[in-house]
């Protein structure tokens, strides 16, 4: 072979290699996405931007949940898409001109619903609800459908509601109680992730019970114990400390019909009825035991231990002071007639408030307990049965006149500024923050707003099983001497912890 014929052959196949070096270019292109980020929740809308090295790209491919989204030639692409509220995964794939490919995947979670109201942990009286409460969240770009549920408890595993609606807002017809929920949005793709959970309570609801073998008069809690005035069946203590499962632990039989109840320190002191005041130790919760008696004149409905007195609604023989500083010999050291049927008693400082009821509110001076003097006296339209004192105001439950705000800031002349008339009739109340918690007979329990005093408005209720008589109020709790139902615990604020 001639020289020329060599150097024609070179560069021949100089020329193929040259041109094909492709076919031995065995490395795919190399991915890398700017963003979106893998994980990332972009609400629908996606901004993507990829870079793809390779000397020999040919095209590259986007697709979304196996659905191609576009295709490229560039080794640059920006590009926005709207994908709707599903989450899923976008793959990136780019090839060479011999045939090599690669991709990359990333997830995304798109559509998370944001909600707005209500706030998380929120307490939501039921007849502020107009027995129907919103439930709103913002709207998700390209969303055509969204899911919300509720659930007494946080895993959602026995659901109290489960629809699905086009609007970004469900009002629900409440029931009463403690829930938690959640809203998803979706489209023809398929549904987008949960957004976060909340917790809302309508109330009030009823958390537990124990029924008590007697008749539940009165009660009242101190720490975690509520001590019920059981009628017949007299003194009952009631471990509360898991309100929703209380237990009785201890009781006392004793030898009348237990009406009202007081515990101050180691001591029961109950108001026996035609048994008068009876003193029990109750220093060991489950075994009380009485230590000392006095057998008042009257009947004993009530009874308010202030120091080392005694304070005693005793019927048709007025108020009745006992000194109680030897709990094993209280000695009456004073009384009072009052023109009516003493009932119920409340003590601040130094005068004694007595629901009289038909006499309505009398205030008595007790600075001299051996010598108590009437000062001042409001005559509710109704019958006085109970009176709890808070500020200025006495808060008289007055049978079927409801609710009574008398105004206390001048003794010698009481003076009605508010009233709510309750729809049963109103036998306990107790007062604490800027509610009046009335216990209403058939009416149950009704929750009264008296931040302005002059105008009360009822803003929950919960209808008792038996006869509402007696109200007790402790942290979130309403704590309700049902009579033949029993003690009812019932929710009246919200958690303190989640």
């Given amino acids: 072979m001639n020289n020329r014929v060599s150097k024609i ?6 020329m193929v290699i040259s041109g094909c070096e492709y ?3 065995f490395k795919p292109p190399e991915i890398t996405v700017v963003s979106p980020a893998d994980g990332a929740n972009i609400n629908g809308v996606v901004v993507l931007e990829v870079l793809v090295k390779d000397e020999h790209l040919k095209s590259v491919k986007v697709y979304w949940n196996e659905n191609t989204l576009g295709t490229y030639i560039d080794s640059v692409i920006v590009d926005t898409f709207f994908l709707g509220p599903s989450s899923g995964t976008m793959v990136i794939k780019a090839w060479d001109i011999g045939g090599n490919w690669s991709e990359k995947k ?17 307490w939501v009286w039921n007849k502020n609800t107009g027995f129907a409460y919103v439930f709103v969240w ?19 595993g026995s ?29 023809n793709i398929g549904w987008g992730p949960w957004s976060e959970v909340r917790l809302v309570e309508i109330g009030p609801y009823e958390a537990g019970y124990y029924n008590s073998l007697g008749n539940a008069w009165d009660v009242f809690v101190l720490d975690n114990y509520a001590y019920v005035a059981d009628w017949y069946s007299d003194l009952r203590v009631i471990d509360i400390s898991n309100p929703s499962l209380p237990q009785e632990i201890g009781y006392y039989y004793t ?31 489950s075994s009380p035991q009485e230590v000392g008696y006095y057998d008042t004149p009257g009947k004993a409905y009530d009874v308010f231990v202030l120091d080392n007195y005694a304070y005693v609604a005793d019927g048709d023989s007025g108020l009745r002071v006992i000194d109680i500083s030897n709990p094993s010999l209280p000695q009456e050291i004073g009384y009072y007639y009052t023109p009516g049927d003493a009932e119920g008693i409340f003590v601040l400082d130094n005068y004694a408030y007595v629901a009289d009821n038909y006499s309505g509110l009398r205030v008595i001076d007790i600075s001299n307990p051996s010598s108590p003097q009437e000062v001042g006296y409001y005559d509710t339209p109704g019958e006085a049965y109970d009176v709890f004192v808070l500020d200025n105001y006495a808060y008289v439950a007055d049978n079927y006149s409801g609710l009574r705000v008398i105004d206390i800031s001048n003794p010698s002349s009481p003076q009605e500024v508010g009233y709510y008339d309750t729809p049963g009739y109103s036998s306990g109340v107790y007062v604490s923050g800027s509610y009046a918690y009335i216990a209403d007979w058939y009416a149950g ?54």
């Fill in 445 to 498: 329990l009704r929750v009264i707003d008296i931040s302005n005093p002059s105008s009360p408005q009822e803003v929950g209720y919960y209808d008792t099983p038996g006869i509402a008589s007696g109200v007790y109020v402790s942290g979130s709790y309403a704590y309700i001497a049902d009579k033949d139902a029993g003690l009812r615990i019932i929710k009246i604020s919200p958690q303190v912890e989640r």
């Fill in 138 to 156: 913002r709207n998700v770009l390209n969303a055509t459908k969204y899911e919300i549920q509720f659930d007494n408890e946080e895993n959602f």
């Fill in 159 to 187: 659901l109290e509601v489960d629809t699905v609606l086009s609007d970004t807002q469900f009002a629900w017809s409440v029931n009463i109680g403690r829930f938690y929920w959640r809203v998803r949005a979706g489209n």
């Fill in 106 to 122: 990333i997830e995304l979670k798109i559509g998370i619903v944001q909600i707005v109201s209500p706030e998380d942990g929120v």
């Fill in 9 to 14: 052959l070179i560069f021949f196949t100089l």
């Fill in 23 to 25: 076919l031995f270019d």
């Fill in 255 to 285: 030898p009348g019909d237990a009406e009202g109840i007081f515990v101050l320190d180691n001591y029961a002191y109950v108001a026996d009825n035609y048994s008068g005041l009876r003193v029990i130790d109750i220093s060991n919760p």
